[in-house]
Every structure is written in C-alpha cells, then in structure tokens.
C-alpha cells in the first residue's frame, strides 16, 4: 500500500503546486510515524497520508493550503476534526520533532560545489522523486541518495570523485550498494503504472536522454 499512498501524495503535491521539500518532508514524515506505531490499519492510511501532508505544508510552505482543501481531496471521507486529532497524534509520536534531514538539502550543496548546470538540477531533482516512490531505498541516509543521484546526472569529471567524494565524504565503495537500485528505478520510470512523475517532459532532452543511457550501461 505503501506505493500507492506515496503516489497519491505526489499527485495532491503536483495539483497544489507545493515545493519539493514538502514532498520530501511529507514522505519522512509518514515512513516515521508508521515505523513508530505498528498496525495501522488500512482504511487509516489515507488519513495518515492527508495529515501527514497537512502538516508539511505548514512547515515548509509560505502559504499552506487551508484545511478546506485536503477534506476536499479525500472526497471528503474525512472531516476537518479528523484530520486535527490525526495531526495532534502524529506530531505526538514524533515528539514534536519536525525538522530532520532531506535529499534537497544535500542536493543542494553539492550541485553548489559542483556549479551545476539548471539542467542537471532538474534532472537531480526528478531522479530523487522517483527514489521517494520505491520502499525498498525508503532506508538509506538522505545524503547517500543525493550524493548518488547528483554523481548519476553529471555527465563531466567535475562530478565525479574526488570533487563529490571530498564534499560529500563518502567513498565510491561505499555508495555501490545503492547504485543498482537507483539505476533500476530510473530504467523502470516508463513502465510504472502508479508514476506521477512522469519522465515525457524530459526525455527529448539531449541531456536526459544520455543520463539514462548511462544508467541503461551503468558502470560505476
């Protein structure tokens, strides 16, 4: 269930326009609070999914949607009142702690240090939104994932290691156990029934296209 949770979050996060760091924070918030309490049942996913929205968006967003808008989104299944009680018990299982690390950040700081192009951002970016979709990544550290996907897009040496070895302290060896994985995600993107990210927007690209030849050939 976990999938198509994750992916109807993605599709309310596309429709309201939010930023990526509330996709992010969201899917975080949600894998922490289901790992705290075990047997959550089905029918309640949807409304952990909701909440768990509702509260990133508080957190990250300038202007966060009212709460009008995600009793909407659920066909209205669930009230206002049951959305509250559903964020008072979240943000009680995480001991009010919101804050925590995410790929973005990590992202950003070595697409800085490697003066990356827009392009490659984008390209970064999309990638790490494809990794949030798959539970079988959900377990690696947000830096492993953006120092990864940022070596995956860089199709110049300047990407490579030393520069993201140095800056990211991780070595090679120790990123190759999540090299196959990603590169499966991002081979398999065309052919996921449940993926909102979609890849048709990019995949004219010259530079997309080689980034995912390379990942067709991987060699790492």
Known sequence: MRPVLIEEINEVHLQFRLIPETFQMVVAIIERCLQSVTGTK???LQLVGVTGLFVAVKYEELFPPPIAN???ITHESYTDSQIRKMELKMIETLDCDLSGSLPVYFLR?????AVAEDIQCTMSMYFIELVKMESNVAYYKPSEVAVFVKMSVGLDDIYRP?????????????IKPLVSKIAAIARNARTVKLNVVQVSEISNNIYASKTLWRFNRFDY
């Open 162 to 174: 030393p520069t993201l070895q140095w800056y990211s302290r991780y070595r090679v060896e120790h």
């Open 109 to 113: 700081r070595f697409s800085k240090a």
């Open 42 to 44: 089905r029918s309640q």
């Open 70 to 72: 995600f009793v909407y």
